[in-house]
């Protein structure tokens, strides 16, 4: 009986030119992030699960893998990299200045649903601006995810635009329990319309009912927000992402951006501009973000901030393929030769040739052929030769 191991569910492993996919995109991001004044940090993969408590997390504690250390405290598989961050920023680094622009690059983990197919472990990189509020800092961040996604060489993508105040603004008007307004957020979150119809069904006569009913279908281009303003009347959330997106279309980046209205998730946790990114191949949104002003507030630290995060290998998954370099030749070399062996190998183009382990030159075409390489290179005193295979 063969007993075959699998990676547990929700991992998976991943080889050659997928590897190398990863590691390009997390360059090209970290890149373009250190660029900007952004400086790296990096936070532990297991942190206490008080600390995502004291935050707020809009992740469900049911998605938290779960470990239990030696003097009983609950601990959990870092889920989030924003919150360990805001902890960082309000304690290792409360004697520098702010704004502190800061990047990442880094696993979370989580526990999607069962059989579900998602990934548990999840390649992020990211940036956080903490310290800086207003227009400005909106503009450099909304900017940098277009320009992320663009560093990543993709093409056919763009990014959704929403504010968490619009939402709120309109919720308060309806005179719900705090229980209604999440399970309102959730439907128009999850563009429920035939539930979310029958939700609102009781409440037609309150003044913002019919924007409720609309919400989860506001999404677009600008014509989004004359909308939004018909059905609401004037409000600030609107005319901010009015002024946002004119500042980001003169800088030429309107063409990237769309608006959606809908845009409601963790709305407790966000607390102004929100957005998402989308590229052509991938089935979910491959990056997000938005402004959370009360998060590093949490650990000790007033401080407003604002971010996202990149799923690296949703990005790299749909970034132009590259082809796996081929060994097209071997290199047999005496032992007394290994540094006209190294030198040899260095000045050729990367993976397409490799030494050989082999004792006999016989041994070693063999070899080539195994791997399809079509010569070999024979190193020894006397000089060098080509054997073609």
């Known amino acids: 009986m063969t007993y075959t191991i699998n990676t547990p569910e929700g991992t998976r492993d991943r080889l050659f030119a997928e590897c190398r996919d990863r590691r390009s995109t997390q360059t090209a991001l970290t890149d373009l992030f250190y660029r900007r004044g952004y400086a790296e940090v990096s936070t532990p993969e297991v942190e206490f699960y008080d600390l995502f408590l004291r935050s707020g997390s809009p992740l469900p504690q049911e998605s938290m893998l779960k470990i239990i250390d030696r003097s009983g405290k609950i601990m959990v598989m870092r889920p989030d990299c924003t919150a360990p961050i805001a902890r960082v920023a309000a304690t290792k680094l409360k004697t520098l200045p702010l704004p502190q622009r800061l990047y990442y690059a880094e696993t979370v983990f989580r526990s999607g649903d069962q059989h579900r197919g998602g990934s548990s472990e999840i390649a992020q990189c990211g940036v956080e601006l903490i310290g800086a509020a207003g227009k400005k800092a909106d503009l450099e961040i909304v900017a940098m995810a277009v320009d992320a996604l663009r560093s990543c060489g993709l093409a056919r993508f763009h990014i959704e635009l929403g504010h968490a105040g619009f939402f709120r603004s309109l919720a308060d008007r309806m005179d719900l329990e705090e229980d209604q307004v999440e399970e309102l957020r959730s439907l128009i979150e999850g563009k429920n319309f035939a539930a979310l119809g029958d939700f609102l069904e009781p409440y037609q006569d309150r003044p913002a009912t019919a924007a409720l009913l609309r919400l989860s279908r506001l999404f677009g281009g600008a014509e989004v927000l004359d909308e939004a303003e018909a059905l609401a009347g004037e409000n600030e959330a609107i005319a901010y992402l009015r002024e946002l997106y004119e500042a980001l279309c003169g800088a030429g980046y309107g063409k990237y951006l769309r608006f959606d209205l809908g845009l409601v998730h963790q709305i407790d946790y966000y607390t102004g501009v929100v ?100 010569r070999v290179l024979v190193l020894d005193p006397d000089g060098e030769r080509t054997v073609e295979v």
């Open 275 to 374: 957005f998402r990114g989308y590229v052509e191949g991938a089935g979910d949104a491959v990056l997000s973000g938005g402004r959370y002003d009360s998060l590093v507030a949490s650990f000790g630290r007033s401080a407003p901030a604002t971010g996202f995060a990149v799923d690296v290998d949703a990005v790299a998954a749909c970034r132009p393929g590259t082809e796996a370099p081929r060994v097209g030749t071997l290199i047999h070399f005496a032992e007394s030769e290994l540094d006209r062996a190294l030198t040899a190998v260095d000045g050729r183009a990367a993976g397409t040739c490799e030494l050989s382990p082999c004792e006999t030159l016989e041994e070693t075409l063999a070899l080539a052929r195994r791997k399809g390489a079509g």
